[in-house]
């Protein structure tokens, strides 16, 4: 994977501090992120890995500091968070399909209704995306009907119909049978290759290593490393990256 | 024991009115329950100052206290002080009044049933407040409020016998007067059980399967 | 007009014979909740027998008395019973009977509806432990189905008390009856007499049951788990 410095900055976090009841949950946030650029982050549970990407498409609100989408102030409390969050595609752990409706109408939903753009286009789009992913043929199928991979892999056709910069994967393959979590990360790697700018938050150190521009290690709120995939995984300069890596080793 | 079939088949007419009669204040009732306790959860959802306190006081006063002195209050009591009201305006009344808490309960307890998730992704793929409660919100709310609502809707209908009480000519009035002045008790009642088994059975069991229908819909089984 | 009316609640005995009145209310539903409730957990734990027969009668039971409007059952039994059977009853004792019955049949349902959501295997486990069957039944079994069922039983008092309120209508002297009577007396007197008796009413019946159901949601909340 190249770094793509050269590229424009798409999204750029100054300072991001966070607080849940009286608790720092991100100190101190900095990290930019180039146009067509992998970032994963890396770190232990309630780091708040999880949180940073919340904070990305206003699903958490910040106490200090700054995020700016191409150029775009987010933490000014007038945002309308509507036309942003299209910029953004979010994909969860939990996948969270609608239930009530079919395969087609849950990527339809945004685009025809939200983007008002016409359907006939949308279904275009839609149905390449589906093939791409190996589930067209299940484009009338509830949610209720797939498998977890296969749910997952409909999230993120649902997320990239919304044509985002950015899409934020947290910890997608976490609640998956092992059998489906390559299914899924197949994705993701086609995606960084067509130039997609994301940021995904995983346990998975071999994808990490794979996809990643940059390893980013967060632990207690803090940013203790902004890496190379490389220099994370053979020679960790921290402490926690040193103790975070041996919980991996048997 | 001599049954008076001659009786029945000549009060069978007045019964029928009774029963439409019923039905049609049984069924504004139910309307404008639903409009109240649409308003009420969506107050109560969004939590909006000074109205939620006002909601749940209405909830509270509509709940704990019994429909014929809901009733009795405003067919008696209001229209001593200025207010003059129809006695079947006073019936439609009383029964939205009772009515608006329960169906404000079945809406909330459908909304709550909408998990987090389902609604942060909603919010993640650009929804405004109001197309994730028509898309989302909504849909889902409904499958778990419809046996709720249903069960309100047959309640509500038995009610309406107490509307009798402020001398509407529904089921149980007509009732009381054929016994009062012919003594014909058993045809009476009869005619009044068959009238309310018409009304309500055909409810019941439709209320029943469309659950079955909407379930499987939802959750497929 | 509205400020003459209120001297109606402390005229004479009013008061007095207003609280006699809710002590007849007060009274027919204390007893048809208990008599209810008690007929209902049995009419309840036989429900779940093995027996198709018995099953079925408790169901045809709860029925016919849900699908039929209580102050139907009223009339039923104090014109057509009396009538049939060429006996009088009086008033209240009908409201017992009907009461009693009416709360046994959703009280039944409650029973049947806490002993069905008890997990399975909490007696294999019981008895994995060491514990006889009436131990875990004792111990296990008893504890969880009564925190289920309380909020609805309390429920159900509360609906069951606003119920009586219908007892005026075959002539029992309960408190809305009491309140009717001073009306008729103070029409000449305090025109608006009216809207004070019923507002005193509307407010006594919600002293009772606000209570009530505030200590079942109290309930629910607490044993949410």
New interface residues.
């Given amino acids: 994977m190249t770094i793509a410095e050269n590229q424009p900055v798409l999204l750029e976090i100054k300072e991001l501090h966070k607080e849940y009841d009286g608790a720092t949950v991100l100190d101190g946030i900095d990290l930019t992120v180039h146009k067509g650029e992998v970032v994963v982050v890396l770190g232990p549970s309630g780091c708040g890995k999880s949180t940073l990407l919340r904070c990305l498409?206003?699903?958490e609100n910040v106490q200090g500091g700054s995020i700016h989408l191409a150029g775009q102030n987010l933490t000014d409390k007038t945002v309308d968070?509507?036309?942003v969050?299209?910029q953004?595609?979010?994909v969860?752990q939990?996948y969270?399909?609608?239930?009530?409706m079919t395969v087609l109408e849950n990527v339809l939903?945004?685009p025809v209704?939200?983007?008002r753009r016409a359907k006939k286009e949308a279904l275009e789009q839609a149905e390449q995306l589906l093939k791409r992913v190996g589930l067209y043929d299940r484009k009338d199928a509830?949610p209720?009907?797939l498998s977890g991979g296969q749910k997952q892999r409909i999230a993120i056709v649902?997320?990239l119909c919304?044509n985002p910069q950015i899409m934020l994967f947290d910890e997608v393959t976490a609640a998956l049978d092992p059998e489906m979590v390559r299914e899924v990360l197949d994705v993701i790697l086609g995606l960084a290759a067509q130039g997609m700018t994301m940021i995904i938050v995983t346990h998975e150190m071999g994808f990490a290593k794979a996809v990643a521009d940059r390893i980013v290690f967060i632990d207690a709120g803090k940013i203790c490393e902004v890496v190379t995939p490389d220099e994370f995984f053979t020679n960790p300069k921290t402490e926690r990256a040193k103790q975070f890596l041996n919980i991996f080793q048997y | 024991m001599e049954i008076n079939w001659a009786f029945i088949v000549s009060s069978a007419p007045l019964y029928i009115k009774a029963a439409w009669l019923t039905l049609k204040l049984a069924a504004l009732g139910i309307a404008a329950s639903l409009v109240i306790g649409l308003l009420c959860s969506v107050v109560l959802f969004y939590r909006t100052k000074g109205l939620v306190n006002l909601v749940q006081g209405y909830i509270e006063l509509s709940r704990n206290t019994p429909l014929l002195i809901q009733i009795f209050f405003l067919y008696y009591g209001l229209t001593k002080v200025g207010l003059t009201m129809s006695e079947n305006t006073c019936a439609v009344l009383g029964l939205a009044f009772l009515g608006g808490s329960y169906m404000a309960e079945a809406f909330r307890g459908g909304i709550e049933a909408v998990s987090k998730s389902q609604i942060e992704s909603g919010l993640s793929i650009g929804l405004s407040d109001l197309q994730l409660i028509r898309y989302v919100i909504l849909p889902q709310a409904f499958a778990v409020t419809l046996p709720s609502l249903g069960a309100n809707c047959i309640f509500l209908l038995k009610e309406t016998s107490i509307v009798g009480a402020i001398a509407i000519p529904e089921l149980m009035h007509v009732t009381q007067d054929l016994i009062g002045i012919y003594y014909q008790t058993f045809e009476a009642l009869l005619l009044l059980v068959v009238a309310y088994l018409i009304l309500l059975l055909p409810l019941s069991i439709g209320l029943t399967w469309l659950e079955r229908k909407v379930r499987y819909a939802q959750f497929g089984n | 007009m509205l400020n003459s009316g209120i001297s109606v609640l402390v005229e004479g005995i009013n008061l007095q014979r207003l609280m006699l009145g809710l002590a007849v209310t007060v009274r027919i539903a204390l007893i048809s909740i208990i008599l209810g409730s008690l007929l209902g957990v049995f009419i309840g734990l036989i429900r779940s027998s093995k027996s198709k027969v018995i099953g079925f009668i408790c169901r045809f039971y709860l029925e016919v008395f849900r699908i039929i409007p209580v102050l139907v059952w009223l009339f039923i039994i104090y014109f057509g019973v009396t009538n049939l059977l060429n006996i009088h009853l009086d008033g209240e004792v009908v409201a017992l009977i009907v009461f009693s019955l009416w709360g046994a049949a959703e009280m039944s349902d409650i029973v049947r509806g806490a002993l069905e959501s008890l997990p399975k295997h909490q007696m294999e486990s019981g008895l994995a432990l060491g514990l006889s069957f009436w131990e875990v039944y004792r111990y296990i079994l008893i504890p969880q189905a009564v925190r289920r069922m309380l909020p609805g039983a309390i429920n159900l008092s509360t609906r069951m008390v606003k119920t009586t309120s219908l007892v005026v209508m075959i002539g029992v002297i309960d408190v809305v009856k009491v309140g009717q009577q001073i009306i008729e007396r103070s029409v000449l007197k305090t025109p608006t007499a009216s809207f004070w008796i019923y507002g005193l009413i509307f407010v006594l019946y919600f002293i009772v049951c606000y209570p009530l159901s505030k200590w079942s949601k109290n309930l629910e909340a607490k044993w949410e788990n």
């Fill in positions: 498409n206003g699903l968070w509507k036309p969050r299209q953004v595609g979010m969860f939990n969270d399909l609608f239930s009530h939903l945004g209704k939200v983007q509830y209720r009907q649902r997320a919304m």
